[in-house]
């Protein structure tokens, strides 16, 4: 299990000088509590799932988590775990807070503000002739998504490939695009940038040809994530970092940051 911890120094908190006076007194005595409550935070992440988070401790997601505590003083070790195990860690009360989990998990938790989202698509290669308006379009194909798909995307699309013989979940998610690019699947359900970062990873390998058209079919809203807390306060403390990041450009720099070494990422 791969760990790291530290900053980056972006966005570190800023010291404010207090003159004197009574009634600043008080404000010095808050600030000194709140001070003394910053803590070093155990946080579940996905395993590799670039551009959002990468194998060296960083990426988009575990940037703005980190930022956003930052602002109250907190640290941050990122655990990189698979879904399920990540979910156990959290129920069990063995980690302060996940970053990889809905609202609608059914497990008890102070869930944040949305701080990102991932946007999935259907992706079929443009030679295919596939035509996908619908979840009802993705009839009788031969279909490859991540895990936990059927419980991610709603409702609607766990019923339409409950009964699909050629449905299939995984997790490595490179392998589900060096599928699709082969030939092999008809369709691989995944956000679109994760998508494209492999691609472009297995034609520098020399894996598949570069030249393939790609078809996206929007079939299913963005989907919103947030984090999720053991601990009210360090949700309340998210929440204002985050809204904090997102005022002085901290939140749209990170995204430009991966934007220059791969390519825009929607948001």
Known sequence: MFRWSGSRGRGSPRQRRLSRGPWLL???????????????????????????????????????????LAHH???????????????????????????????????????????????????ALERSGLNLETLADLEGRSIIAFQNAHKYLGEAFGTAVADQPDYKEMGNQKTQVLMLLKGRVDTVVMDRAIFRFYRGQLIREGRVPGEQGIDYFDLFPPTPYRCAFTDPAIRDDFNDGLRRIREDGTYNAIFAEYADRYFEVER
């Open 26 to 68: 008080l404000v010095v005595l808050l600030l000194v509590g709140t001070a003394g409550q910053a803590r070093d935070l155990r946080m579940v992440f996905s395993q590799y799932t670039p551009p959002y988070v990468l194998d060296d401790g960083q990426g988009i997601v575990v940037d703005i988590v980190r930022e956003a």
């Open 73 to 123: 003083g907190h640290e941050v070790e990122p655990l990189f775990l698979p879904i399920g195990r990540g979910f156990l860690m959290f129920a069990q009360g063995r980690v302060d807070g996940t970053a990889i989990i809905k609202r609608n998990s059914g497990l008890e938790a102070h869930y944040s503000a949305p701080f990102m989202q991932y946007n999935n698509h259907a992706i």
